[in-house]
């Protein structure tokens, strides 16, 4: 176990590596840069203002040098620019000319500035974490005992109508999208047209104190469109092992209905319901960027959306990092717990 999880510590760096290069790389795209530049100089600026301005401050050198630098493994650079002022990547006012480091970049835990924030992408992006966090773990509160409760009765008796009626509603809430769901919540719920106003269609408070009235919106949007999906793998999975000899057996020494499915059947069911439920994590990460929007809920969805509608640049490098980094600890972790769930299974 030891030495699997360090080979797959090894491939998590190396897949970070070419996505955050491969991020990098489509962010710093020339029209980009030229956009960056006249939005943080003066929108009018010609094309020789615009190189000027991008030649002083570091954007112009070679692709791998910045990403280097940017990774913290290749020394900052320092310019001195065509209006005399000396600009570098680790140069901070707020320091000390004697305490300026060599290298800053991620790995010495500079993030960069924000353009549209004015702040340190390491202050900003941790409290945006924090609220999507809160969001996400409501979310799986709802989601994760709800489909299975679903999944298992409707898996117990395969074909039945309570087996219809609960693979429809699956399929129905799967089917629709967060953008269509939250849209309706908002005008049944949250609108004084179809009756009383019973929740909030802003979710804004809900950052300094979350209540059932403004947050209750957007955990069920984003709960109904992966229940359902949840629900299905485990009604298919749970149906397989209903039909299983060990099962049959236990019916005809006359163990009782309930005795088997929550002692022989649900753990062996579970197995492939695990995967997907740790999957929806990731998941949950890109759908709470349409929720966050929709309830204007400032989170890291929320956060991601602005910065690539302002081109912050920094700021996108930022959450690709943490995007990358919560990808593939769970696709680990996943991986870990199947081994743990199904005994069979054996690393070599």
Not at 97 to 105: A, I, K, N, S, V
Not at 157 to 184: F, H, N
Request: proline share 4%.
């Amino acid at each position: 176990m030891g030495l699997f999880i360090l080979r797959r510590f090894g491939v998590m760096i190396l897949t970070a590596l070419c996505l955050t290069f491969i991020v990098f790389w489509l962010t710093n795209l020339a029209p980009n840069l030229e956009k960056l530049a006249k939005t943080q100089g003066n929108a009018r600026m010609s094309d020789e203002a615009v190189q000027t301005w991008l030649g002083n401050r570091g954007y112009l050198q070679p692709l791998p040098i910045k990403y280097g630098q940017w990774l913290g493994v290749v020394p900052g650079y320092v310019i001195e620019g065509t209006d005399g002022e000396v600009r570098g990547r680790c140069i901070d006012p707020r320091r000390p000319d004697d305490e300026t480091p060599r290298f800053c970049g991620i790995l010495q835990g500079d993030w960069g500035f924000s353009t549209v924030a004015k702040e340190d992408v390491s202050e900003v992006l941790p409290t945006r974490l924090a609220n999507t966090g809160k969001l996400m773990f409501w979310v799986m509160v709802v989601m994760v005992p709800g489909a299975l409760i679903v999944g298992v009765l409707a898996g117990m008796r395969e074909g039945s109508r309570t087996d219809r009626t609960l693979s429809t509603a699956s399929i129905v809430s799967t089917a629709t999208p967060e953008y269509v769901s939250g849209v309706v919540f908002i005008a049944l719920f949250a609108t004084s047209a179809f009756g009383m106003q019973w929740f909030k269609g802003s979710a804004s408070s809900a950052v300094q104190d979350a209540t059932f009235e403004n947050f209750f919106l957007p955990v069920m949007t984003i709960a109904l469109y992966g229940m359902g999906y949840i629900a299905r793998m485990t009604r298919a999975s749970m149906a397989e092992v209903m039909t299983a000899q060990y099962i049959r057996t236990a019916r005809l020494k006359g163990v009782s209905f309930p005795k088997i499915v929550l002692k022989h059947a649900l753990r062996n069911a579970l197995i492939a319901p695990f995967t997907v439920i740790m999957l929806q994590i990731p998941w949950l990460l890109n759908g709470v960027v349409i929720v966050e929007t929709l309830f204007t809920y400032q989170g890291f969805g929320w956060e991601l959306v602005r910065a690539a509608s302002n081109n912050d640049i920094e700021m996108l490098l930022g959450v690709s990092v943490i995007s990358v980094f919560v990808v593939l600890l769970t696709q680990l972790i996943s991986d870990i717990g199947y081994v743990f769930l199904n005994p069979r299974i054996r690393i070599s």
